[in-house]
């Protein structure tokens, strides 16, 4: 069976249901289960952000699910922006709540009421924490798996500074932390800054880094968003400082969710389903005996190499007694194992093995003295190679354009300069009705506002975001 | 600052707080926030239930938190059993739901709509899964931390068998595996059966580990739960049989929760704090530089030692600059960590460093060319005279006992003989204003029933329970 990619939206929930990462058939719309596949690759992606934030000096905590109607109100924005997506809890067993509870759908509201309790002078500063969660959020809008679901795995990461120089410094050093998760997801990327009225309900400015999904459409992957003291002042996070006087805290946030999965099917799968980066992949390495004559010398030999490889490499041996070698090429080229190890009667013979990358299918014969740093050198490769072939497909979906027209016409994403002023970005969404994705972090030339004429450094992206 | 644990209660509510274990100040009552420290101890216990469930053929999913009414309520003992202490949600945004939803008390009516679903012959089967989960619990009596809190995080195990053999089998794997469990956590416990007004709601019989507080009072840490065709009738998990007939499945869980933390705090802790067993303490061993004199010259030689060792264990450089030796003495200490290493310019000329223990505070020199064997070897024997004395504690705490009159006067357990009836069994409970805690698995003598004087072989623990 072959899934073509040409349909994407189709391929996308084909390709998601058969290789079993998730089942949605969970009797509440929008929210799925996570199926033993999935959830490893959920969560090898969860240890990275772990390391990573350790690394840049963040802690990990847990806040509570569930936050009283009182604190989630206080702060103005934000409440707006969430009232009409939160999930409220109102009853305990058939007791009704004195104050109504929100489940979660970010943290600032349950966490910022604690950091007013902790944090007391300018040595309690920088504070940098982060969590693994799920977030709920009562959609409206189509739901789609991974990229808009009601229950969503996230990360978020707060800090609190003592000087907005200093916040804008964590922005400076999230965006490289972004750089190395994505280098490790192996997902192309824009960063952008987002309009005015597409920023984080409560921020100064969010930055976004989007990638360009097979159907043209754009794909929010990760958020930076600069609070400065909005929050604070909200929150009353006031310290002292060394010269004796008070002031509110500075505050940043990063968040990311399971669309980085989407992110990763969408990107890298292909006709035959998925495609994992070698990094976070549950399986790097599948060993497939091909026991047509001699079975039992071939099957253990290939536990030998289970056992040899494993210090080295997450590696499984498919050793189900009731598949051909065919059915099992077809199973694990569908769940995306990057490298697939054929061990048969001849190549013990021969003192080699079969590789077989799933990018490429590109095949080769290795002898067994070497195989370890061959597949190490493979991995590698493939690694850097998906990276590569993604980066070229997503440049390739966007395109300088001249006119509101052209923009209109164009099914991916259109490039054009953009005074900044919210009549023409709102004159550009309406005509064409798609959306400023953002304005390029990287752009430093000068062109003309597509609407207005003016001259400004302001390249944006306009598409129809996911 | 000592913290006397003769007032077991009042030391438990302040080690936890002053040890940094959780933050107990967030506005929901029986919701705690989990401090870096905390977090981190909670999650080396989860990542030792991944490795030993894995081992046991377990595999790791994710179901939804919120689960629709109508499912909820398939089971009727089970729904009776938690309609009182579920939180409902009843709107998103600003819409009342069409069906309200439960917030998962525990995952048995997520999980098996999706069971019948997956479960079609015996091929599939058995099928065992777990999940690591926050569950929640509207509360009415008096909240603990750790020990009866309105937000949980839960471990819980689900599997479903062709047979009600095979069930008993896993019953008895879960058991070793909890011995596993208890033996990394130093835990000392009691198995025993529950009666059948406390088994779990839905189960056929259930199982509880318990341990003893220093209070006197026991703890249940950890459930397993026999449930037979209970729940597969109620949700129609059906599997067709080698001989072409149909039958439901046959489950059991198993269950623990953070219980397991506040019973590591309450059973280990003295005086000067919290003491973690080293097999799951975030950090095995400090290192504090003693820097009176040659300063650089000490912190120099800290980080080499840390360096060294940071393959060997879970080790933490205390360099804070404006602390003495003697407040990092006591912190760590409050903190629990098994093993302080102290490294002095003396120390320094006789090529040796100082090793403390965190249980005895025995201190010992040893030369460095020897230090990582030596520390390795410490770990181990902490670990072991944990368990050890911690057993001995627990088996001091049980009393075997003649009469109700001496149940009631005794402020620890009670170990009685019971028949097994209901009548006699109220009796007890009622006369005593106790508990029968459960049924010993592991007595095989005969005694005479405390109420009714028949012959039995059921000897039972008697107790106040947390």
Known sequence: ????????????????????????????????????????????????????????????VYFPLLIPETEFKKEAEHIAGFENEVYWVTHGGLTPLDVKLVVRPTSETAM???????????????????????????????TRTFIRVREVHFFESHTAHATAEESEEQIRDNIEIWKKIAEKL?????????????????????????TIMPSGRTLQIATI???????????????????????????????????LVGAIVGIHGDDRGLILPPEIAPIQVVIVPIVTKKKED????????????????????????NYTPGYKFYDWELKGVPLRLEIGPRDMERGQVVLVRRDTREKLSVKREEYIDKISELL?????????????EMMSRIKRVESIEEIKENGEVSMVYWCGS?????????????????????????????????????????????
Chains 1, 2 share one sequence.
């Open 1 to 60: 069976m072959e899934f073509p990619k040409e349909n994407f939206s189709e391929w996308y929930n084909e390709v998601i249901e058969a290789s079993g990462l998730v089942d949605k058939r969970y009797p509440v719309k929008g929210m799925h289960v996570w199926l033993p596949y999935g959830w490893q690759l959920m969560r090898n992606i969860d240890e990275y952000f772990r390391r990573v934030f350790t690394e840049h000096g963040h802690q990990e």
């Open 112 to 142: 910022y009421p604690m950091f007013s309790l902790w944090i007391r002078s300018h040595a309690d500063l920088p504070l940098r924490i982060f969590q693994i969660v799920n977030v709920f959020r009562y959609e409206t809008k189509q």
């Open 186 to 210: 192996a997902l192309p990327y824009l960063l952008v800054r987002k309009t005015d009225w597409d920023k984080f309900p409560g921020a100064a400015y969010s930055i976004g880094a989007e």
């Open 225 to 259: 968003h600069q609070y400065f003291q909005n929050f604070s002042r909200a929150y009353g996070i006031e310290y002292l400082k060394e010269d004796g006087t008070h002031d509110f805290v500075h505050q940043t946030t990063f968040g990311m969710s399971e669309r």
């Open 298 to 321: 071939v099957l253990e030999e290939a536990r030998k190499i289970e056992e040899e490889l494993r210090g080295f490499f997450r590696v499984h041996l498919d050793d189900r007694d």
């Open 380 to 392: 590698q490769s493939i690694q850097r190679d998906m990276r590569d072939r993604a980066e070229k």
């Open 422 to 466: 919210e009549e023409c970005g709102h004159r550009i969404e309406d005509d064409t009705e798609k959306k400023i994705i953002g304005i390029s972090l990287e752009n430093h030339e000068l062109g003309k506002c597509i609407v207005c004429g003016r001259e400004t450094d302001k390249m944006v992206y306009i598409a129809k975001p996911y």
